[in-house]
């Protein structure tokens, strides 16, 4: 079975300065998606970034990027010039390639927050 | 990008009551629904997932005889927590995806609903 493992229950960061969250996870596919979310206290999930694994490219949107290893199974978010806004938990996520009953798998979470 | 949304937001209710959530797609026909249970300051814990006009699939653990799931629409899920107790009270979240053939879009995620049962 696939698991997601994210070592930092929480982290902070000074605003504008970089941060990066670390993700671990496990799998025997070799196609899949790796998802990055956030949850503010509105609790609203948000995809914040989304890898596939067949791309050696690694994803940017904006001020966020990740670093994909994929022999490591290793996905980070690194996030730059942090701002208020971006204080939440933040959830690494799984999930196999294809298929009906693909379900995301969800890391438990690092709480980030952002020092004015 | 996509929006889900559910209804109500919070919704407190006695004991051995039932309860629906409301799960919407509105801008786009979802393939799947899933629900999820979030436990304060955990992760989410998928509780089934369904697919339009056929039987939800629960996950181990999930009493389906108590949390009822109906997925009549490509627009619409519905959670029905039937004969609710306090342990019941949680954080209540839906999501939804598309699914063209093989290949599997991105799953948006409901504002979720608070559930407290006195």
């Known amino acids: 079975a696939q698991t997601v493992t994210q070592s930092q229950p929480e982290m902070s960061v000074q605003e504008a300065e970089t941060v990066t969250l670390s993700c671990t996870y496990d799998?025997?596919?070799?196609?899949?998606?790796l998802f990055w979310y956030k949850q503010p206290p509105s609790r609203q999930m948000i995809l914040v970034i989304r890898?596939?694994?067949?791309?050696?490219q690694n994803a940017t949107e904006n001020r966020f990027s990740v670093n994909f290893q994929k022999a490591a199974k290793s996905f980070s978010l690194k996030i730059s010039d942090s701002q208020l806004g971006d204080a939440a938990m933040y959830f690494c996520?799984?999930?196999?390639?294809?298929?009906?009953?693909?379900?995301?798998?969800f890391g438990k979470g690092t709480k980030l927050s952002v020092k004015p | 990008g996509a929006v889900v949304s559910q209804h109500p937001s919070r919704v407190i209710c006695k004991s051995g009551t039932s309860v629906k959530i409301e799960c919407r797609s509105l801008?786009?026909?979802?393939?799947?629904m899933f629900w999820y249970r979030q436990f304060p300051k955990k992760s989410l814990m998928l509780m089934a997932t369904?697919?339009?006009?056929?039987?939800?699939?629960?996950e181990q653990g999930v009493e389906k005889d108590k949390f009822l799931i109906n997925h009549a629409s490509l627009t619409l899920s519905t959670l029905t927590v039937t004969s609710a107790h306090p342990e019941d009270s949680s954080f209540y979240i839906c999501?939804?995806?598309?699914?063209?053939?093989?290949?599997?879009?991105?799953?948006?995620f409901g504002p979720g609903t608070r559930l407290l049962v006195l």
């Open positions: 801008d786009f026909q979802a393939t799947t």
């Open positions: 369904s697919n339009e006009g056929s039987k939800a699939t629960y």
């Open positions: 799998t025997s596919e070799s196609d899949y998606y």
């Open positions: 996520a799984y999930r196999n390639y294809g298929g009906s009953q693909g379900n995301l798998i």
């Open positions: 999501s939804a995806r598309v699914d063209r053939g093989w290949v599997q879009e991105t799953q948006y």
């Open positions: 890898q596939e694994a067949y791309k050696q």
